[in-house]
């Protein structure tokens, strides 16, 4: 997930963007905990493929989303922009759908705490509800003490997300040719034994390989979902017309450069048949850690798991903090109870929070069915439901698109212009529609049901949908779509013009490398 993290500035609050903030904090939990079952049931070649197909879509959805925001930076970012350019009916949906999005990665993300800190302490000496209430602690402490003290926070943590993630890739490729105490060149052996694919459910044939490479598609997506934060940051950024496209430009760098070439690492470290992968609930079962082990690296391990466990804490602190404005955003709309829309002296919505973070008690499910059962079924929620959120944006951009050209104003003219549309519109929106419908899917596989998985993959595929029609239907009447010819791409451009400036540029070369990281 792409955070919000905070610079202080002299007397003021100012918003800055991390594009390698919170997405790295699921990248790498996202990579730690969830790789293993992904590496076992897709394969090496399996699981950078479809790793690589997640973030061709997630690049489709952020420079269509970075055309509209950029041009249009307004707070509420896309859901606004929906009410805008389609109809307040998908707003209403995509302001649930995101509210249910956060407050549902919240758990998980108190679950994966849980898991990590298990690679120490065992639940046999100190059960996990101990851990899950000290983090809990943690997380509604930082987002009540408003957004200073989060985005302080938030800064610190994603300077070791960054670092961390960078570190685990460049120690792999040390590890994959020979540079580890043991001396085992890799190479792509387990490429050639056990093989590229995973038969999976032991299907044979092409079929066998392909339902194993679909397999990972929910994980995959879990370690995607949020790149669109940088939207609901955009009413609050400084100079976003300047901020915005930057970083939407160099996303899919990053992406390429922390997640498909993280994956692409880990099928080479570790055999798609190795029966620790998945094998415990907790941290042993990762690539890396098992990877670190067998080339024979002490102590590191731990200092990984450390890392990671403040990622987990990030995480957990910027989806309360997403969540609690989510549903304040609705409230202010009239779309929700207008008690979330009360706040103290100092701006804090005290009462979204406190309901926001009332939903953390979820990740105790961990207690008695285990954290990383647990973390798998939110973050399945979770994906779907993120999916559904890009769908949506698919779909605003469409419109968007179709608006531009309606009214004659040409594409050149905006602060971004995104390639190939409207078709790479057209592409979130099939691709997201397709995923969602066959995430499911395992458990239609003989001798394979699980009424948990059927439920985690469908509800939120389901729930979307509904949400848009009740919008419609019972909250605003039947309103039609907004035609492209009366869309409005006028109000408010002045004012943000006028706050667009030159930034300065950087005056060292470690300046240059790290506002080219953040």
């Known amino acids: 997930m792409i955070s919000i993290g905070g610079a202080i500035g002299t007397g003021e609050w100012t918003w800055a963007l991390y594009i390698c903030g919170d997405t790295n904090a699921l990248w790498s939990l996202g990579l730690f905990l969830g790789s293993g079952s992904s590496l076992a049931n897709g394969g090496p070649l399996g699981y950078v493929v479809f790793a690589s197909r997640l973030a061709s879509i997630c690049y489709a959805m952020m420079v269509s989303l970075g055309e509209m925001v950029s041009y249009l930076p307004i707070p509420g970012g896309h859901i606004k922009l929906a009410e805008r350019f389609v109809n307040p009916a998908l707003s209403f949906a995509m302001g649930w759908n995101y509210w249910y999005n956060w407050v549902i990665a919240l758990p998980a993300e108190l679950s994966a705490a849980a898991v990590l800190i298990n690679y120490w302490i065992s639940t046999s000496r100190v059960n996990n509800a101990a851990w899950i209430s000290i983090c809990i602690v943690v997380v509604i402490g930082i987002n009540g003490m408003g957004a200073r003290a989060y985005g302080e926070a938030e800064f610190w943590f994603a300077s070791i997300k960054v670092i961390t993630i960078t570190g685990l890739i460049i120690l792999g490729i040390v590890i994959d040719l020979g540079g580890g105490p043991s001396h085992d060149r890799i190479g792509f052996r387990y490429w050639k034994n056990p093989g590229p694919f995973v038969q999976y459910h032991k299907i044979p044939g092409v079929t066998g390989r392909f339902v194993g490479w679909w397999a990972v598609m929910t994980q995959a997506a879990y370690s995607f979902i949020g790149a669109e934060i940088v939207a609901i940051a955009a009413g609050?950024?400084?100079?976003?017309?300047?901020?915005?496209?930057?970083?939407?430009?160099?996303?899919?760098?990053?992406?390429?450069?922390?997640?498909?070439?993280?994956?692409?690492?880990?099928?080479?470290?570790?055999?798609?048949?190795?029966?620790?992968?998945?094998?415990?609930?907790?941290?042993?079962?990762?690539?890396?850690?098992?990877?670190?082990?067998?080339?024979?690296?002490?102590?590191?391990?731990?200092?990984?798991?450390?890392?990671?466990?403040?990622?987990?804490?990030?995480?957990?602190?910027?989806?309360?903090?997403?969540?609690?404005?989510?549903?304040?955003?609705?409230?202010?709309?009239?779309?929700?109870?207008?008690?979330?829309?009360?706040?103290?002296?100092?701006?804090?919505?005290?009462?979204?929070?406190?309901?926001?973070?009332?939903?953390?008690?979820?990740?105790y499910m961990g207690t008695s069915s285990g954290s990383n059962k647990v973390f798998g079924w939110f973050s399945n929620m979770t994906s779907i439901a993120g999916l559904m959120t890009w769908c949506g944006i698919g779909i605003t951009y469409v419109r968007f698109h179709a608006g531009l050209k309606a009214q004659g104003i040409d594409r050149n003219t905006l602060p971004f212009k995104s390639p190939l549309q409207p078709f790479l519109g057209w592409y979130v929106i099939v691709s997201t529609i397709i995923i969602g419908f066959f995430s499911g899917f395992a458990v239609f596989l003989k001798d394979n049901w699980d009424t948990a998985n059927f439920v985690t993959n469908y509800i939120p595929y389901i729930l979307f949908p509904l949400l848009y029609l009740f919008g419609r239907y019972v909250m605003y009447r039947g309103a039609p779509p907004v035609a492209a010819s009366e869309m409005d791409f006028i109000s408010g451009i002045a004012e943000i013009e006028a706050e667009s400036y030159e930034e300065e540029p950087p005056k060292s070369l470690m300046e240059k490398v790290w506002k080219w990281l953040m």
Do not use: M
């Not at 391990?301 to 890392?307: D, E, G």
């Not at 404005?325 to 409230?331: S, W």
């Open 236 to 363: 609050e950024a400084s100079n976003p017309r300047k901020s915005i496209p930057k970083a939407i430009k160099r996303v899919y760098v990053r992406i390429l450069l922390f997640y498909v070439l993280g994956t692409f690492v880990i099928g080479l470290l570790v055999p798609s048949n190795n029966s620790d992968l998945g094998a415990q609930s907790n941290a042993f079962s990762s690539p890396f850690v098992i990877a670190i082990r067998n080339a024979g690296i002490t102590g590191l391990p731990s200092v990984i798991n450390a890392a990671l466990l403040t990622s987990a804490w990030s995480a957990a602190s910027s989806d309360l903090y997403t969540a609690s404005r989510a549903i304040y955003g609705l409230a202010i709309s009239h779309n929700a109870p207008a008690i979330f829309a009360r706040t103290n002296r100092s701006g804090l919505p005290y009462a979204a929070v406190a309901f926001c973070g009332a939903f953390a008690a979820l990740a």
